[in-house]
Nanobody, 127 residues
Framework: QVRLVESGGGLVQAGGSLRLSCAASGSTFSRHAVGWFRQAPGKEREFVSSISTSGENRFYSEDVRGRFTISRDNAKNTAYLQMTSLNREDTALYYC????????????????????WGQGTQVTVSL
């Protein structure tokens, strides 16, 4: 079990950048793969990105590949999502999630693969 708290959301203009943080506590963070998901009003929750336990392997959805960068700092028990070239389609509530795994290269992309979730942070992209 790990507790996750997202931060860094807010209002940003289209074309701008924003960095989200996911602070973890309560367990060994370095043993958890981390994923970012988002959910816009009227839409289903969708996968955004994930990172393996060591941070060496990363995976992105087609919608964000090339614009978003996922990273982690295990010494700080924190994962990040650097978002650039934001557009209105990126407006959503962003969640981070974690799952403990002994597989160092695993980058889960399915919601059901994750055990722990944060409460989310709102990202709103204006015109």
């Amino acid at each position: 079990q790990v507790r996750l708290v997202e931060s860094g959301g807010g209002l940003v203009q289209a074309g701008g950048s924003l960095r989200l943080s996911c602070a973890a506590s309560g367990s060994t963070f370095s043993r958890h793969a981390v994923g970012w998901f988002r959910q816009a009003p009227g839409k289903e929750r969708e996968f955004v990105s994930s990172i393996s336990t060591s941070g060496e392997n990363r995976f992105y959805s087609e919608d964000v590949r090339g614009r978003f960068t996922i990273s982690r700092d295990n010494a700080k028990n924190t994962a990040y999502l650097q978002m650039t070239s934001l557009n209105r389609e990126d407006t959503a509530l962003y969640y981070c999630a974690a799952t403990e795994t002994p597989i160092p290269w695993r980058v889960p992309s399915i919601s059901s693969d994750y055990d722990d979730w944060g409460q989310g942070t709102q990202v709103t992209v204006s015109l």
